[in-house]
């Protein structure tokens, strides 16, 4: 089986491309992917309120991100909707920051049409994106600082939260390291990252492997294949696979050496879900 379960279509604001749904649904059949769960974003401190007219300066309504109220509901309409023609297809959503707006989290997390939804942390409270960052022109400090932040957000996310999976942890890697080059000593976040797989373990959440960094500097995937084998080695059972393609030419990437990666840690299954509920398939 071959199964990507986190790919973004044109209702996730900041996709570079026009792919719609039905395009989507399309090419995964053409390359053979038995499952594809399309899962845009839906940053909950992005939500707004129809009456809202003042904002932060970095959740401008003029930003990428906004209106993820808008494009969420669109993107589960339309895949709840295609799901009849293509029976490989599931609808997903990427929760960005469930903790930092819970109001508009609970809204996307009561939506039956819904077969798996993914947690994630993209900025840490009050910030913004990991993306939109200088780490060039910060001390160590200061990006210790943002990672200390990071890692205990997501872990009261991981403990607070109803998602399925968590997606691509590390993220912020993806710049500091892959794009900026700064090296960082990661084993000070040996503990918390042992305790966030822990509460995965415990809540029958999966943990994501996402190939989105074998395209891009970084040259990894998220999390890296260390961190895989630590959640192995303490019980973790669930994985999922996604290329977090935000194109249709990155459908499906990464996906093979990423499930060679899970088998090296031990794992000899991964996950899809529908309906919200892990099925195993075997590597
Ligand atoms: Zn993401
Ligand atoms: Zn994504």
Redesign the pocket.
């Known amino acids: 089986m071959l199964c990507d379960l ?1 790919t973004h279509s044109c209702c996730s604001p900041d996709a570079d491309s026009t792919a719609t749904i039905e395009k989507m649904a399309l090419c995964a059949g053409k390359l053979g992917i038995d499952h594809l769960t399309v899962t845009d ?1 839906c940053d909950c401190n992005f939500w707004y309120r129809e009456d809202e007219t003042e904002y932060p300066e970095y959740q401008k309504p003029d930003s990428m991100m906004f209106g993820s109220r808008i494009y969420a509901a669109e993107s589960i309409s339309r895949i709840a909707e295609l799901k009849q023609r293509f029976p490989g297809l599931l609808c997903g959503i ?1 929760l ?1 920051q469930p903790l930092q707006q819970p109001e508009a989290a609970g809204c996307i997390l009561a939506r039956e049409e819904l077969d798996m939804v ?1 947690g ?1 942390l ?1 900025m840490n409270s009050g910030k913004p994106d990991f993306y939109l960052m200088q780490y060039k022109k910060m001390d160590s400090s200061e990006i210790y600082s943002l990672l200390d932040s990071y890692f205990s957000e997501l872990l009261e996310m991981c403990r607070q939260c109803s998602f399925d999976v968590l ?2 942890l590390t ?1 912020p890697m993806r710049y500091i390291e892959g794009e900026c080059g700064i090296s960082v000593d990661m084993k000070r976040y040996d503990d918390i990252i042992r305790e966030i797989f822990c509460t995965l373990r415990d809540n029958g959440k999966a943990l994501e492997i ?1 190939t989105s960094g074998l395209r891009q500097p970084y040259g990894l995937t998220f999390p890296h294949i260390g961190y895989i084998k630590l959640f192995r080695s303490l019980g973790g059972e669930l994985i999922t696979l996604g290329s ?1 393609a935000h194109r249709l030419e990155d459908i499906g990437k990464g996906i093979e050496e990423g499930a060679a990666l899970a088998r090296e840690a031990g794992f000899r299954y991964a996950a899809v879900f529908k309906q919200r509920k892990p099925e195993l398939y075997k590597l």
Do not use: K, M, Q
Request: no cysteine; proline share 0%; charged share 15%.
């Open positions: 986190h974003h990427e960005g993914i994630s993209h997606a691509h993220y996402n977090d």
